[in-house]
């Protein structure tokens, strides 16, 4: 399984840095998995070739790029038709409301805690996260590696047992410094990262969703404090075989 990084900036974009968003491929299947501003143009491959869209929540900087890719693949001359989307409902909700009709380019598949779904080659799972609004975390098995993807969250919930024993745990680490100071207690520091990949189990750590404003070198050395081993950033235009 390789993880492309196409975004992995923190609740905004930045220049050269789009937000959340990866294409998860195995063998001849591509995933674009979240679609944070700036996403859609910098897929590493052509938008054609994504077999199917998860996206997280319905928060902007994990959705927004929804458009994009409605509008590509709508008024393209060979435009693209019931690509599979798998999202809590309020992304669907959402992306309706906004272009004032339920756009054909996709086909929309609800996905809650204990979901299971086949995608080409990949197993995709899915787990309720600690999060303001509906938000899910998601475990992806290929050829026997797994994957387990934070999206947005706090330390709490039952989540954390999907997240066990996987080969690559990519964590959101919104905040740094101590957590006991957290402004936004739905999101993890770098040290809370590290300690629940310990906890879980997680034999790689890649940090990701790091604000522009942070020095994510900081937050790497936060996560490395609990995790006891080297901790990688999600560095957009990069990839890492999981
Ligand atoms: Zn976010
Ligand atoms: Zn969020």
């Not at 902007?60 to 809590?88: G, I, K, N, Q």
């Not at 272009?99 to 609800?110: G, N, V, W, Y």
């Amino acid at each position: 399984m390789r993880v492309h990084v196409v975004g992995s900036s923190g609740t905004f974009p930045a220049p050269g840095r789009p937000a959340a968003g990866y294409v998860i491929e195995q063998k001849g299947t591509r995933v674009w998995c979240d679609a944070g501003p700036g996403t859609f143009m910098s897929l590493p491959v052509d938008p054609g070739l994504i077999d199917a869209v998860v996206v997280s929540h319905q928060h902007p900087d994990h959705c927004s790029d929804l458009m994009a890719a409605y509008h590509a693949w709508t008024y393209h001359p060979t435009p693209r038709e019931a690509v599979s989307l798998f999202a809590p409902q309020g992304v669907w909700d959402k992306l309706v409301a906004f272009i004032d009709k339920e756009p054909t380019c996709f086909a929309f598949h609800p996905v809650r805690t204990g979901d299971l779904v086949e995608i080409g080659d990949l197993t995709v799972e899915f787990v309720e996260m600690n999060h303001p609004v509906p938000t899910v975390g998601s475990r992806w098995t290929g050829d026997q590696r797994t994957l387990f993807y934070t999206a947005d969250t706090g330390p709490e919930g039952d989540w954390r047992n999907l997240a066990s024993g996987v080969d690559v745990m990519l964590s959101e680490a919104s905040l740094q410094g101590p957590a006991s100071e957290k402004d936004y207690p739905q999101h993890l520091t770098g040290g809370e990262a590290g300690e629940i990949a310990r906890a879980v189990g997680a034999r790689r750590l890649v940090l990701t969703h790091i604000p522009p404003y942070l020095d994510p070198s900081v937050s790497v050395a936060e996560a490395e404090t609990g995790f006891d081993r080297p901790v990688m950033l999600a560095v957009p235009g990069s990839s890492f075989d999981v």
